[in-house]
């Protein structure tokens, strides 16, 4: 039953070979993500309702606890709400010329493939597995980043393939390093890379190897989230990437890069039996992190580069939660990736809105976006005030937690440089985005009006969203992220 | 037997040696399929002994599926793509080959002393095996940033994964073999991406110089 959750993907990424016209390829995409999105609520419906701790299935490759069932949910309804939001937007660039249908096809077999591989990140317990997943995130990503075809899409295309996939074997050196440290010690090497087994047995590891082991994880899956100094292909391919994509990659693909450090992160702390070693780097690279977001955001002259910005400022906001370590802090981060995932997709998704509309990713060119696209532009502008930081909006509330967590800790220095940063980050997102909103001289050739109806339904449905959880977030909500957090906390 | 494996590990190195001092791409491709016949003469000796002692024959089945990949297809897949795109030969490194090498003997002292701190990898045959391994993996990103074309750097990506497949044949014997497996799809994937993004570089910038691809930045 569980193995379904990893074969819908996989079946419709393959399915819309066989479909030729532009009705049968949206009918498949929505079909094969709502089924998808249905399964996955339904196994951890089930879940909770039978007060299960875990469960392997698949000859134990495969493994579902209440950490991992919360991102496979984050990751398939973001998927599935972008998934809605693709077919208007697909639409409009197909009657406007910008793509055929077998465009369409890759675009739409490409993403399920993609959706896919990140279900397959958080759903196996192998680290091997797990890996190997990882590195086909990126695989099944680059033709999605280089889909406009033009210099800067192919730029970033290459930038991304190379930049990731050295930064994931330097991981997989890792993996190879967390594997001897096993292997000498139970001899036994069919499971002694499976995360369960790893966890009960972390005391026994060695951990000198394990250090080393823990360095190179985080360099190599670091890359993949994000984290300065090994940002540098984030923007790039975020900002050339059709929206849909910079909405998948920013919402739920460093998400799930972040998972795979957790995992690891978990094993070593318990290893240890503390967290200063791996805390000190988690911290430092979060704040590094925030702070050069900081930097970076002032110039920016993209509206898109200028939200992957704030992308690698929220990972770091998660691996200074993470670094802390505390259960508030675990929590923190979970609530804050949840945040993260439907804030920042909702923010991706209007800027194709906008793009659609003013064919320019220019913050200079674009004036007018309340009278021009009402809606679109009611949410961007709220949206943005969400991501900064305001109440009521959820990213407030678990940036609330984590300040209270590190306070708690006793990180004075670094809770008070934290909320500094974010400071500055406040002011620069809503001084450089602040300009789009308002103005009337608008072109010509710009006429009033929502593009992307289906979409426009979406991006709404995802404020209502995040407006709900900063306020209110029900009780069996909360349960499930403090049992996922208790897991993470588990290894102190 | 572990003479054999300390001089193949260390040939290993050497060949990876002899690629930051190639001067043409041809002749780059050339040393990894060199490198490459060495890994499988290492995968082919812990295979066998494997067979030998435990009877099992997941070594040489990784041994197989690397003299098929790394030896025979990737090296005619590189060599194709460059067929197509290189017109002419022009100078692709930024530093000198002298000042590479030197660069490349600083690493491998480097590897030698961090691993000599680390307790239980700082004795007998493993810590050869890692210095020389890690080493590889260390030259093949050196290689990668100091080459201009965007062959070097695909060359310098799969040595840097010769290097990896160097460290867990050597100190662990290999990985469970459904991993390997998978390695080996995801590497074959990633090499056939690069090569059409190579392609799609030239139509672009009309040459395969990466120092050309600089619209992006900030």
């Not at chain 1, 190879?176 to 590891?205: C, K, R």
Request: proline content about 3%; hydrophobic content about 55%; glycine content about 8%.
């Amino acid at each position: 039953m569980e193995m379904f959750i990893l074969l819908i993907p996989l079946v419709t990424s393959i399915l819309f070979w066989l479909f030729h016209q532009k009705k049968g390829l949206h009918i498949v995409n929505i079909a094969g993500s709502a089924l998808l999105l249905l399964l996955a609520v339904g196994t951890t419906g089930r879940f909770i309702a039978l007060g299960q701790d875990s469960f392997v299935f698949f000859f134990d490759l495969f493994y579902f606890d209440s950490l991992n069932l919360f991102m496979l949910d984050t990751i398939v309804i973001v998927s599935f709400l972008v998934s809605v939001y693709a077919v208007g937007y697909l639409n409009e660039e197909y009657e406007h010329g910008l793509l055929d249908i077998s465009k369409m096809k890759l675009y739409y077999s490409l993403t399920h493939a993609f959706i896919f591989t990140m279900v397959l990140v958080v759903s196996t317990q192998n680290l091997g597995l797990m890996w190997i997943a990882i590195e086909a995130t990126t695989l099944a990503s680059v033709f999605l980043v280089g889909f406009y075809n033009d210099k800067n899409a192919v730029e970033a295309a290459w930038k991304y393939i190379i930049i990731c996939s050295v930064g994931i074997a330097l991981a997989l050196l890792g993996i190879v390093l967390l594997y001897i440290s096993t292997v000498g010690l139970f001899g036994d090497p069919h499971n002694s890379l499976s995360w369960v087994f790893l966890y009960e047995n972390a005391g026994q590891l060695q951990g000198s190897v394990l250090k080393i082991s823990f360095i190179f994880i985080l360099a190599g899956f670091g890359t993949k989230v994000g984290l300065v100094p090994m940002h540098t292909w984030l923007p790039d391919a975020h900002s050339q990437a059709p929206s849909p994509i910079s909405a998948l990659l920013s919402g739920v693909l460093l998400n799930s890069a972040m998972y795979g450090i957790i995992r690891i992160l978990v094993i070593v702390n318990k290893n240890l039996g503390s967290s200063v070693y791996t805390g000190r780097m988690m911290m430092a690279l979060g704040l590094l992190s925030i702070a050069a977001a900081a930097l970076f955001i002032l110039p920016q002259k993209d509206y898109k580069r200028l939200l992957a910005y704030s992308s690698i400022e929220h990972m770091g906001i998660i691996a200074f939660a993470l670094g802390i370590f505390t259960p508030l802090a675990a929590y923190g981060a979970l609530f804050h990736m949840l945040n993260h995932a439907f804030t920042k997709s909702m923010l991706f998704l209007c800027t194709g809105n906008i793009f659609l509309k003013y064919k320019s990713r220019e913050i200079a060119k674009i004036t007018g976006v309340l009278k021009i696209l009402p809606v679109t532009g009611m949410v961007f502008l709220l949206g943005i005030f969400a991501i900064a930081g305001l109440p009521p909006f959820s990213v407030f509330s678990s940036e609330l937690s984590i300040i209270i967590a590190s306070f708690e800790a006793g990180h004075y220095w670094q809770g008070a440089a934290f909320i500094i940063f974010l400071a500055l980050v406040f002011a620069g997102i809503v001084s450089s985005m602040l300009k789009i909103f308002y103005g009337n001289n608008v072109g010509e050739q710009v006429t009033p009006g929502e593009v992307n109806k289906p979409g426009t339904v979406v991006i709404v449905i995802m404020l209502c969203i995040i407006a709900v959880t900063g306020l209110y977030l029900p009780v069996q909500l909360g349960d499930f992220l403090s049992a996922a957090a208790g897991i993470i906390s588990g290894g102190r | 037997m572990e003479y054999y494996l300390d001089s193949l590990s260390l040939l290993i190195l050497i060949s990876s040696f002899v690629l930051v001092a190639n001067k043409r791409i041809n002749s780059y491709i050339k040393t990894f399929r060199l490198q490459s016949f060495l890994l499988v003469i290492l995968a082919g000796v812990i295979g066998v002994e494997k067979f030998l002692t435990e009877g099992a024959l997941d070594i040489i089945v990784v041994c197989v599926i690397i003299l098929a990949l790394k030896v025979i297809y990737i090296p005619r897949l590189l060599k194709n793509t460059v067929n197509k795109v290189e017109y002419k030969v022009e100078k692709d490194f930024f530093l000198n080959i002298p000042i590479g090498v030197l660069i490349c003997c600083a690493l491998v002292m480097l590897v030698y002393y961090s691993i000599s701190s680390v307790v239980p990898m700082n004795s007998g045959h493993s810590q050869v095996y890692l210095v020389n391994s890690i080493s590889v993996v260390l030259i093949g990103l050196f290689f990668m940033i100091s080459r201009k074309k965007a062959i070097g750097q695909i060359i310098g990506f799969l040595v840097l994964e010769n290097g990896l497949f160097t460290t867990a044949m050597l100190t662990a014997n290999g990985m469970p073999v459904i991993i390997e497996l998978g390695m080996f799809i995801d590497l074959l994937t990633a090499v056939m991406i690069m090569g059409v993004l190579v392609f799609k570089i030239n139509e672009n910038f009309e040459s395969i110089d990466i120092n050309k691809l600089r619209n992006l930045r900030g």
